[in-house]
C-alpha cells in the first residue's frame, strides 16, 4: 500500500537525530516536525527567519503573525527565536544546518533535484532553495513517486529546471526509500505491501537491488 504524505514525513523523521539543525521546505516537509520522537532534542529553523519551530497548531491556536517560509501558521518551542533574512542565509551558507529535507517535483539518479518551476506556469519564485542545495551536506527529498498521470518523477535525468546539481543524498516516496549512489538509486527500504516490481515501474531512473528490501518501519 502506497504511503500518504503523513507516513512519508512520518518515515523521514526517523533520518532525525539528536542535537540536529533541520530546515524543512514546503509541502510534505513541514510535515516532518509533527513526528519526531520526543526523547531528542531538535531545532527547526526556517529561511524566513524562525529557529525552534514546533508542530503545526491545532485549529483555533493559530496565530497569524508566527509562519514558515510557506506562510502556514507554526507553533514555536520554548527558547525560540526570530530574525532577518539576511541572518537565517547566513546561517544556511555557513553550513549551520545538520539536514534539510526539501519537496521536488524530479530527482535525479545523480542527485540534482528540480523543486522550484515548471516552465508556463506561474511561480512565486526560487524562495531559499537554491542557497540550501548550495550549502547543506545532508538532503533529503519527500515527494511523490510518480506524478498525475503516472510518469516517473525519479529519474535519470531531470527535464525540469534545476535547483542544485549532485546534492540530493536520499529520497523518500510514498513507494520507497532510495538512496543516491555513483552507480543511480539504491532501494533501501520498501512501503509495506508494496512489491520491488511496482517500484521499478515507477522508476526511470537506474534502480539498484541488492538482497531482499525489507518494508519500511513506520511505528
Not at 26 to 33: H, R
Not at 133 to 141: F, G, Q, R, T
Request: glycine share 10%; charged share 25%.
Amino acid at each position: 500500500m502506497a504511503l500518504d504524505k503523513n507516513q512519508i514525513a512520518k518515515r523521514i523523521a526517523k533520518e532525525v537525530k539528536d542535537g540536529y539543525y533541520v530546515n524543512l521546505g514546503i509541502g510534505i516537509p513541514t510535515l516532518v516536525a509533527n513526528f519526531v520522537r520526543n526523547d531528542i532534542s531538535v531545532e527547526f529553523q526556517s529561511e524566513n527567519g524562525v529557529l525552534g519551530m514546533g508542530p503545526f497548531p491545532f485549529e483555533g491556536e493559530e496565530d497569524a503573525d508566527i509562519i514558515n517560509a510557506g506562510k502556514q501558521t507554526i507553533t514555536t518551542l520554548p527558547g525560540a527565536s526570530f530574525f532577518d533574512s539576511a541572518f537565517s542565509f547566513g546561517m544556511i551558507r555557513s553550513q549551520k544546518v545538520d539536514l534539510t529535507i526539501l519537496g521536488a517535483m524530479e530527482v535525479s539518479e545523480n542527485g540534482d533535484i528540480a523543486n522550484w518551476k515548471i516552465p508556463g506556469k506561474m511561480v512565486k519564485g526560487m524562495g531559499g532553495a537554491m542557497d540550501l542545495v548550495a550549502s547543506a551536506e545532508n538532503i533529503i527529498v519527500a515527494m511523490m513517486h510518480v506524478n498525475k498521470a503516472g510518469e516517473s518523477k525519479v529519474l535519470k535525468k531531470c527535464t525540469l529546471p534545476l535547483t542544485g546539481v549532485g546534492c540530493v543524498k536520499k529520497v523518500v516516496t510514498e513507494l520507497a526509500v532510495l538512496e543516491v549512489t555513483p552507480k543511480g538509486f539504491k532501494l533501501l527500504e520498501r512501503a509495506p505491501g508494496v512489491s520491488v516490481e511496482e517500484i521499478k515501474k515507477a522508476t526511470e531512473g537506474t534502480l539498484i537491488i541488492e538482497g531482499d528490501i525489507p518494508e519500511m518501519i513506520l511505528d
